[in-house]
Each structure stands twice: as structure tokens, then as C-alpha cells.
């Protein structure tokens, strides 16, 4: 886990915009913060260092009363989505503390981007893990089948971790390095370049570099 | 799509080049960055293609440059471009003019097209 400071966001999708020099940048919009600070953890009383934030408030009907408890010790909203960051220096924040896109990014910033990709559903091995598959025609016979998972009597049995057809996509991905391209504080929006993992309106971590 | 995308892509939309259709004639004005300098390069020819779509939007123009035909896609609201200008109008009757493609000379002429 990336020990720095972040903020969440709502992927909106993507666009181009145009630089100084006229050339075409395809970014992803994500409409990020602010958050509030729920609670700051420390070494001391929970065994390490982090923020908890919200994000997207929730009406107070829809919060479960063990939630409502903790949400009560920031100041009662609530939040769709509760998720921490590890920082080093947790004494910097206070619980009911906004954290919003302009205090953390700045035009140009090299950050690191999670979300979680589209679900695929169980796919075969070509589209799972790339392999090349087999003929189309001349009488081949095979197709887009994985081939043979292995050896014989020795070891008779199938590799741990051997690559087969399953559940592909919806893992949480980390895609590091993205350039912030604009911060738009009033909008509280960000723009950075290139695709971000994910589906649109899907929840989005950014961490500082 | 979203109002924060549409409000991203209303910004730098440019409202200012004229109307223009497959079969027209037009001169792109293009600038061109060498260096330090900037000078301002003309591309006339047909246009044979309009792609719809917001930002991404874009046409293809054709012409015939020392006998080699010439082909070239811009961006419908590059930042770089200076101006469009209408040189004459064609009458065609589709939307994609790729059979120009196949043509030269007399053949691959395109009747004017008269404004109402």
C-alpha cells in the first residue's frame, strides 16, 4: 500500500484536450473531493499511521446506526465510500478537517491512480492471459483452447498458478505514474493522462508522489 | 455525457470556422512551429470526409500535390489551425468521397454547387 496522502474520486470519463503547443493530450476526468477527515490513526493507539476519509455524502436514513456512531465523532455526515490512507505524519490532521484536490495536486505532479476494472466474467485464456491460440482453418482443429496444462505421471498433477479460463477483470489496479494535466478547484475536478481503471462512475483513489 | 465533460470540451471548442461540407473546396491555414519560428503553411484541396463527434471531431482533405495524391486529417477544433477558408462549393451526393480516390483529372472533378 502507498504510504501518502490521496483523496477519492468519481471516474467521469475521458476527453482530449489540447496543449500550449496544440497537441491533442487524452485525459481521464475524475471529479475528486473534498473529503473529510472521519478519523486520524496513529502508531500509538491503532498499531499504524493513517487518515480515514469520505466521500460522497449519503442521506442519514441510509447509514446503518453502527456507522452513524462513527460517523458522529467527525460531525454526523455520512459517506458512501470510507477508505484510508497511510501517511507518516498523522499529527498534520484532524478528524471533521476537509482535504480538497487543491491542497494535494498541482498541474504537472506525477500521481499513482486505483480503481477497480470492469468485471469481464469468465473469459478463455486468449482474452485472459493473452495466449495465441490455434489455427482458423486447414482442417487445424484448434482453436482458441489453452493446450495442454502439463506433464504426465511426473508430477501428475497441475501447476499451482497455472493459467486457465476464469473470472477476469474486477480486480483492484494501482496504475502508477499518471501526469496531472489540469486541477480545476472549482469544479473540483482533475484531469489526468490517459485511461484510469475502472468504469465510469466507479470510485477512484489518487495518491501523491 | 456528463456536464463537467461538456464543460471541458465547451472551452476549447472552436465556434469560429465556417460552415463546410464533404465536396467543398477550402484552404486550411495551418501553423507551423520550426524552431522558434512560426509560419503559416496553406493546404487547399477537397474535402472528402467529415467526421462527427465534439472534440473529436475531424475532416480529411485531399489534393493532388505534383501529380501524388495528398491526404490529410485535422482535428475539427485544433488549437493550431488558423483559419478555414471556403474556396468554392461541390454538389456530391454522399457524405464519404473516397471514390475520389480511384480518380484523377477530369474524372474527379465535383460540380459547384449553387447557395440558396
Not at chain 1, 501428475?156 to 498458478?161: A, L, Q, S
Not at chain 2, 480529411?60 to 485535422?74: A, L
Amino acid at each position: 500500500m502507498p504510504k501518502t496522502m490521496g483523496i477519492l474520486g468519481k471516474k467521469v470519463g475521458m476527453t482530449r484536450v489540447y496543449s500550449e503547443l496544440g497537441v491533442a493530450i487524452p485525459v481521464t476526468v475524475i471529479e475528486a473531493g473534498p473529503c473529510k477527515i472521519l478519523q486520524v490513526k496513529s502508531e500509538k493507539t491503532d498499531g499504524y499511521n493513517a487518515i480515514q476519509v469520505g466521500f460522497a455524502p449519503k442521506k442519514e436514513k441510509r447509514i446503518t446506526k453502527p456507522m452513524q456512531g462513527h460517523f458522529q465523532k467527525s460531525g454526523g455526515e455520512g459517506y458512501y465510500h470510507v477508505r484510508e490512507f497511510r501517511v507518516e505524519d498523522p499529527e498534520k490532521y484532524e478528524a471533521g478537517q476537509t482535504v480538497a484536490l487543491q491542497d494535494l495536486f498541482n498541474v504537472g505532479d506525477i500521481v499513482d491512480v486505483r480503481g477497480k476494472s470492469k468485471g469481464r466474467g469468465f473469459q478463455g485464456v486468449i482474452k485472459r492471459h493473452g495466449f495465441g491460440g490455434g489455427g482458423a482453418g486447414h482442417g487445424s482443429g484448434f482453436h482458441r483452447a489453452p493446450g495442454s496444462i502439463g506433464c504426465s505421471a511426473y508430477p501428475g498433477r497441475v501447476m499451482k498458478g497455472k493459467k486457465m479460463a476464469g473470472r477476469m477483470g474486477n480486480d483492484t489496479i494501482l496504475k502508477k505514474n499518471l501526469i496531472v494535466i489540469d486541477v480545476r478547484a472549482e469544479d473540483n475536478v482533475i484531469l489526468v493522462k490517459g485511461p484510469v481503471p475502472g468504469a465510469n462512475n466507479g470510485l477512484i483513489q489518487i495518491f501523491t508522489k | 455525457m456528463s456536464a463537467i465533460i461538456d464543460k471541458i470540451e465547451a472551452e476549447q471548442m472552436r465556434m469560429d470556422h465556417p460552415e463546410f461540407r464533404p465536396g467543398d473546396n477550402v484552404k486550411v491555414y495551418i501553423r507551423i512551429i520550426e524552431g522558434n519560428k512560426e509560419r503559416v503553411q496553406i493546404f487547399q484541396g477537397v474535402v472528402i470526409k467529415r467526421k462527427r463527434g465534439t472534440m473529436n471531431a475531424s475532416y480529411t482533405v485531399r489534393k493532388i500535390s505534383h501529380g501524388v495524391g495528398v491526404e490529410k486529417t485535422f482535428a475539427l477544433h485544433n488549437p493550431r489551425i488558423e483559419k478555414i477558408e471556403v474556396v468554392s462549393r461541390g454538389r456530391v451526393r454522399r457524405s464519404r468521397l473516397f471514390y475520389l480516390r480511384s480518380r484523377r483529372g477530369k474524372a474527379a472533378r465535383i460540380r459547384e454547387r449553387s447557395i440558396r
